[in-house]
């Protein structure tokens, strides 16, 4: 949308202004023009159930199968307690299994079943034989939805009686039928048939009519012939062309913890994912459900192709998660794992005479793919992983000398033990850092990346990235930390090289990951603010690095004002004799609760159900700037202690957490996030404690019992970040700007004697800090692209809580 003027235009109150230093005659480094990946994992179902377009949930009925290697106990899986490739000894780990028949995804409504063992082939074993006269269906994951005038193709294997298929939607109406399918009685056999939705209906099922005394079902699965590129066995279009709007420079895939696998047994192994796909072995993604591997190694990297990204897969080094079961391949069969590893490479890049470029020409695809990112391993650590690395990494630099090796460095920040190791005995290219953070911290660290050496002969890809603590399950909070942490890693694009957030896609109705980037039910799709966020930074990659400062200057100080909020969280907590500014406040009617249930009186507030795994609040007394608050607080049962809010800064809430993170740490929060100012300590149950709070400035004390537990200053967390960058291609400056203040930002270029013309380009994304986009409103937060005068001051308003790119012509 262009509005014309408009953003310049806004009025903004004397105030808070922000110089931007920037040396456009300075350039410095190119910036690489495939910086922003993404990153596919099977999380959230994001392929399963999501970008894959199978519509039948366990089409080969394997789905009822224990994880490899693991029991199921009391509900739950319990991977093997044999060693742990880095503790040396077995770790406790347990997750639940929810699965409660031997038919999973398949309802039965007439007749009986029973799952036998009945082989199809040598990899597909599992059949489900039903007694008929029988109805049996399926409503795919949370329901089909279909199309009208839309063709599916029903394939199935079965032997016994016929099959009469139908779609049906919700009301019992018939969307589409087909058949009589008839086998043959004693040997499967393969029917496949069109069925043509007579209605768009979001929420319909398959039905399998089988009138048949017997009918043994091996594999029945739905794919729409509508997919993205019209490849057969292809993706969901909406979603495909949603990544695809983000220009990905690379898809990092399978994953993550995927790779690793639960246990070793169910890491990610490529060979399973090619060839017909009722040969293809399913893997047990350790985010808790099957995968049929539909999705797998060739139509990812023809996924790449169609839209321009570099493949960058990530293979096994033989441990499996650290977090699960750490598991391992001992060292005797690495030599096989990585002969598998260049069996891969072959497959995506070898002459069609090879063995495995063979079998990519068979598949469709004669030209090589050229699949030059290879990463070994997920978040494993230390020397003994290094090593492992550079077992692959010659082998594999030896035989495809345009490799880009990949090493992963643990969770957060460079793992010198495992890079010292890795490039000890063998090459390494690129260190991929993940960094999860919570609110507050990417526009608190700034310039993170500024220290990072430069004397090293690998670069950074940061490929795993996102806010997601204190942020719910994702705001507009944490997409002004986003965008901010994308303007470090671009003003440091000559060690920063690539980057993807993470995770990509959310499933709606099942989710293992709070936040993530795109969300998704069976008919609609929708992109959280971030999304944009990382839309525009693609968007607007420049080819050089500018160097650049800024500084903001505000008019006063941050006042710390508001209610006083008591709270707790997972958590049965009481309160007495609240006293705010020296002044008693009567409890007996709060000015709001949030989450959980509340009794109060004048006497005693409690908390007598905390919501669960959120903050329960109430809030009480007048809006007004804090100086202290005084009360008696007690721990009745639960996991922490109790939560008194002093107020907000700019918007964002600023909390006491005493006997927070499991009952050991107190510390001062800013919306809920990070344990930066703290001290260790924890809250016995049923004693009243005397809690007196002392505010000063953004300086806050807080005493238990007279014992001071948290002393401490707040930064302030209304700032404004930006960097900037040269587009050599159009000849325009492109300034990148996060004003993560409440209100309005004069921003004034400084560009020393360096001529602009005035009339420029501004996209922005702007939103209150707890808005998001949601399925019911879809764009609620979308970027807005206006025609904007920077005057002869080169000024441009940026909006309260706002993400902007300005695009600017460089006068020659
Ligand atoms: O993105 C979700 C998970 O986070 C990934 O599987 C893993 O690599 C990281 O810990």
Request: glycine fraction near 10%.
């Amino acid at each position: 949308m262009i509005l014309s003027l408009a953003v310049a235009a806004m009025f903004v109150p004397a105030g808070i202004s922000t110089e931007i230093k920037i040396d456009v005659t300075n350039p410095g480094a190119a910036v690489e023009p495939k910086m922003y990946g993404v990153f596919l994992e099977e999380i959230n179902h994001a392929g399963e159930g999501g970008l894959y377009s199978e519509l039948i949930q366990n089409r080969g009925f394997t789905d009822a199968e224990p994880p490899p290697a693991c029991k199921i106990v009391d509900g739950k899986i319990v991977p093997p307690r044999t060693d742990h490739w880095w503790e040396g000894h077995p770790v406790e780990y347990t997750f639940p299994w929810n699965v409660t028949n031997d038919h999973p995804g398949w309802e039965i409504n007439q007749g009986t079943v029973k799952l036998v063992d009945d082989p199809l082939n040598e990899v597909k074993k599992k059949a489900l034989q039903v007694t008929g006269p029988a109805k049996i269906s399926n409503e795919g994951y949370w329901g089909i939805a279909t199309n009208k005038g839309e063709s599916y193709k029903l394939r199935i294997w079965a032997k016994g009686g016929p099959v009469i298929a139908k779609i049906v939607g919700k009301d019992g109406k018939t969307v589409s039928s087909a058949g009589p399918l008839n086998f043959e009685k004693n040997k499967y056999t393969l029917k496949e048939v069109t069925l043509v939705a007579d209605k768009t209906v979001a929420h319909t099922k398959l039905q399998l009519d089988l009138p048949a005394a017997q009918t043994t079902l091996s594999y029945v699965s739905l794919l729409p012939k509508t997919t993205f590129k019209g490849r057969p066995n292809g993706l969901r279009k909406d979603l495909a062309q949603m990544i695809a709007d983000l220009k990905p420079g690379f898809i990092r895939f399978p994953g993550g913890c995927y790779v690793e696998g639960l246990t070793i047994e169910s890491r990610s192994q490529w060979k399973d994912t090619i060839g017909p796909l009722e040969k293809r072995k399913p893997t047990y993604s350790p985010w808790g459900y099957w995968n049929t591997n539909g999705f797998g190694f060739h139509e990812f990297l023809q996924y790449c192709e169609d839209i321009g990204a570099k493949p960058l897969y990530v293979f096994s080094d033989g441990v499996s998660c650290a977090f699960r079961s750490g598991t391992y391949l001992p060292d005797d069969q690495i030599p096989a794992l990585i002969q598998d590893t260049l069996d891969a490479l072959e497959y995506a890049n070898g002459p069609v005479t090879s063995k495995f470029g063979k079998m990519r020409a068979a598949a469709g695809h004669p030209k090589p793919f050229n699949l030059e990112y290879v990463e070994i391993g997920n978040e494993d650590q230390g020397a003994k992983y290094g090593k492992r690395f550079a077992q692959f990494a010659k082998v594999v630099k030896e035989k495809y000398p345009k490799s880009k090796l990949i090493l992963s460095s643990w969770i957060s920040g460079i793992d010198k033990p495992a890079i010292d190791a890795a490039m000890k005995d063998g090459p390494l290219d690129i260190v991929d850092e993940h960094a999860y953070k919570n609110i507050g911290w990417a526009l608190q660290n700034f310039g993170h990346f500024d220290n990072y050496s430069r004397e090293v002969p690998w670069t950074v890809y940061i490929g795993e990235f996102a806010c997601n603590g204190g942020v719910g399950f994702g705001n507009f909070a944490a997409t002004l930390n986003d965008a901010a942490y994308m303007l470090d890693m671009e003003r440091n694009a000559d060690i920063v090289r690539m980057g993807s957030y993470a995770p990509l896609l959310q499933r709606v109705e099942s989710h293992q990951w709070d936040v993530n980037l795109i969300h998704f039910d069976s008919s609609k799709a929708f992109g959280r603010a971030s999304y944009y966020a990382c839309k525009m930074t693609a968007e607007n990659l420049p080819t050089h690095v500018v160097p650049s400062t800024f500084k903001t200057t505000y008019p006063t100080s941050p006042v710390l004002a508001g209610q006083a909020g008591l709270g707790g969280y997972n958590t049965e907590v009481q309160f007495k004799d609240l006293i705010v500014n020296g002044q008693p406040v009567p409890t007996e009617s709060p000015v709001r609760t949030q989450r959980g249930q509340w009794q109060t009186s004048n006497e005693l507030v409690t908390l007598i159900k905390p919501s669960d795994g959120s903050e329960s609040w109430t809030f009480f007394g007048q809006d007004q700037p804090i100086k202290s608050i005084q009360t008696k607080a007690r721990k009745i049962k639960g996991d922490e202690g109790f939560i008194i809010s002093i107020g907000s800064i700019s918007g964002q809430r600023v909390q006491l957490n005493f006997g927070g993170w499991g009952n050991s740490i107190h510390a001062v929060q800013i919306n809920s996030g990070g344990a930066g100012y703290s001290s260790r300590g924890n809250i016995e149950t049923d004693h009243w404690y005397d809690v007196n709070i002392e505010v000063n400035g953004l300086h806050v004390k807080a005493t238990l019992d007279g014992k001071t537990v948290i002393d401490a200053t707040l930064p302030r967390p209304d700032i404004a970040v930006a960097s900037a960058g040269l587009d050599k291609k159009t000849g325009e400056l492109v300034v990148k700007i996060v004003n993560a203040i409440g209100s309005a930002n004069q921003v004034k270029l400084n560009l020393g004697k360096v001529k602009v013309n005035l009339n420029a380009t501004a996209i922005v994304l702007s939103g209150n800090l707890n808005d998001e986009n949601t399925i019911e409103q879809p764009t609620k937060i979308v970027p807005k692209s206006s025609k904007i005068n920077l005057g002869s001051d080169l000024t441009f308003n940026a909006p309260p809580n706002s993400f902007s790119v300005l695009r600017i012509k460089l006068q020659k």
